[in-house]
């Protein structure tokens, strides 16, 4: 019933357009769809951001009105109508951002425009799993679970969290009252070649 599903979602988000040539089978994107490996978690993120790791390109999907409002630092706006446009779908060759990391409110929608890039082989997209509500869950407002489980990899995972807070908000790392709005900058993390994209997002 599951696969049943995923084909009959394929089915429906599938581009009618084709950017380029290389198009792969609907078997292989059938199984390229249950791959874990496809996601970012919002840890990995957070730790490459920190780290400036230069080889993820963050690229909110979600409307220019809701990425003003707020954005993970770093990030690209592309809303999810433009995604497959001729003058954006050439950033995903491979080479130009080595990962582009797909987000939006949730998973789902970012999933869909995963569907549409992957279809047409740009096999190294991802999407950031649970979107801004897991990254507000987990990175901005982390929880601290409870002293009888909190050893090991869970206060390992916790303590690191909490910096990351820090990092992003500014927040005291004694309580949560944060210093001031998120971190936003300017400048996306993004490792290029030289070549030159026409156009805008549309």
């Known amino acids: 019933m599951g696969l049943l599903f995923i084909g009959g979602v394929i089915a429906i988000f599938l581009p009618d357009t084709k950017p380029h040539e ?3 089978g609907k078997k292989e994107l059938l199984y390229d769809l249950t791959r874990s490996d496809r996601y970012m978690t919002t840890d990995e993120l957070a730790k490459a951001i920190m780290e400036e790791d230069q ?5 909110d999907i979600r409307s220019p009105k809701d990425y003003e409002k707020y954005s993970i630092e770093g990030a690209l706006n592309i809303p999810f109508d433009s995604i497959m446009n001729k003058d954006v779908v050439g950033m995903f060759e491979e080479g ?3 990962t582009p990391v797909l987000y939006s409110t949730g998973s789902s ?3 869909q425009a995963w569907l549409k890039l992957h279809s047409f082989d740009y096999k ?3 999407v950031l799993k649970g979107g801004l509500n897991q990254w507000y869950q987990t990175i901005l ?3 601290k679970p409870a002293d009888d489980v909190l050893t090991g990899k869970l206060e390992e995972q ?9 990092y992003f908000t500014g927040a005291n ?6 210093a001031g709005k998120p971190k936003k900058s300017s400048k996306p993390i993004v490792k290029r070649k030289k070549k030159e994209v026409s156009g805008g997002c549309g």
Request: charged share 15%; aromatic share 8%.
């Open 173 to 178: 790392p004694v309580g949560n009252t944060p």
């Open 55 to 59: 080889s993820i390109m963050l690229i």
């Open 96 to 98: 130009y951002m080595q």
């Open 22 to 24: 290389h198009v792969i």
């Open 141 to 143: 407002n982390p929880q």
């Open 158 to 166: 916790y303590l690191f969290r909490k910096g990351a807070q820090v």
């Open 124 to 126: 190294n997209v991802k």
């Open 109 to 111: 929608r970012a999933d």
